[in-house]
């Protein structure tokens, strides 16, 4: 039996979570399987780890990147953006609930980062110009998570155990896929933004771990 038809196969003694309420859960653990966000401690989430989500995040939805954090195209170059210093807190408190404590060099690690990508930029951006910079583009797959063990305070404060897999599934049926990696979410209710929620730890887990949160009684297991 496969892990995922198994996790279908348990049943618990516990209230299980609306499906819109898991719909959500799935949507915001999937911006940081896009980022393929590396793992962190409690107050230990550094300003390149954010700035590493912030890009990513950026660069797989420019659209309301444009809308949300007043993103701006660069002159004769439609797939690179600016955001300001306010624009990135916007992103990070929306997603950690931190700000990057050193913006001044956060900014020039992404445009080293976005320079890889566009070799001209730097003659197009004044290197003075107090701006960070992510080179975007739209990619055809996306990465996607997956909520399967939700325990404590929801949603409040919680944890989730979860998974990730790899692009190219336009179902939200998982069965029969391999999941990339599997996670530990600490998970708390947004302090600024209604209905939304903040990560502040992320641990990776091994197959057997995972597994064995099936053999507990969690708060809530998806079926």
Known sequence: M????????????????TGAQLRQLDVFLSNFAEADQ????????????????????????????KRTYNAKEVSHHSLALTLTEAGVNKVTDRYFGRRISNHSEMMKYSREMSVL????????IPPQRPVYLVCYYEPEVLPLA??????????????????????????????????????????????TEAGRFILTELSTLT??????????KAAFVRA
């Open 38 to 65: 590396q793992p962190f401690q409690t107050g230990r989430l550094s300003d390149k780890l954010m700035t590493d989500f912030m890009m990513v995040h950026v660069i797989y939805n420019s659209a309301a990147a």
């Open 2 to 17: 496969s892990l995922l038809a198994a996790v279908a196969a348990l049943s618990f003694n516990s209230a299980p979570l």
């Open 117 to 124: 990508e566009v070799q001209d930029l730097p003659a197009t």
């Open 146 to 191: 997956r909520a399967y063990v939700v325990e404590g305070d929801y949603p409040r404060k919680f944890t989730v155990y979860g998974a990730e897999f790899d692009g190219g599934q336009q179902s939200s049926d998982y069965n029969g896929q391999s999941p990339s990696r599997f996670l530990r979410y600490s998970v708390q209710r947004s302090p």
């Open 207 to 216: 197959h057997r771990n995972f597994e064995a949160k099936y053999g507990r």
